[in-house]
């Protein structure tokens, strides 16, 4: 048990060393101007290898916000009120400044959400990525097509919120001047859900 333990940890640390080392190449030079091939000859680990564990350049990128996929999911499970459960879930990460909000002025967070949003491939891999947390959603809450179209306006609103923080915050506003904003939009936003998916509940089983 201790032993798959320490080989799991040792496995998550190779990927997010790799992720580091190719994201800080990728910010030095640009997404397009780094090959996959320098990214594993500066790793130290052959191009078959990083292919095994990042199938696509892309991913080498988004393995940062790889574990918010199913966030929305384990937030709502088991939960009596899915739409608050989120609401209270996102204003917690505001608070926090966790940089999926969009409210984290950190210039590291801003250089890498300037990359992400600023290079159409990691664009198009960011909707895979938001497709994806929409189904886990929706089979938290029970599957079938109401739960769809619920998980679809959820993701859509927690989206638009973040990005809305993260323009104004790379327009210039510090994190602490664009909060009280946030926090009302956020607000607004989950009350508008609650109001339009009324009676939503997760799946027991999930």
Known sequence: MGEMG???????????????????????????????????????????????????????????????????????AGAADPVDALRRNFLSGLERRDPVTGLNDDPAVLAFHALLYGTPALVARLHGHLERSEVALAGALGGGLDAR??????????????????????????A????????????RAFWSLATGLPGLTADPAS
């Open 6 to 76: 320490l080989r799991e940890r040792k496995k998550r640390q190779m990927y997010q060393d790799v992720s580091d080392l190719a994201v800080g190449l990728f910010l030095e030079r640009g997404f397009d101007a780094v090959s996959v091939a320098e990214v594993a000859a500066a790793a130290g680990i052959s191009k078959p290898t990083l292919f095994r564990y990042f199938p696509a350049k892309e991913d080498l990128v988004l393995h940062r916000i790889a574990d918010h996929e199913g966030e929305a999911a384990r937030v709502v």
């Open 176 to 187: 602490a001047q664009v909060a009280p904003d946030a926090v009302r939009a956020a607000e």
């Open 149 to 174: 179209l619920a998980a679809g306006q959820i993701v859509a609103v927690q989206r638009v919120l973040a990005q809305e923080n993260w323009l104004r915050i790379a327009a210039g506003e510090r």
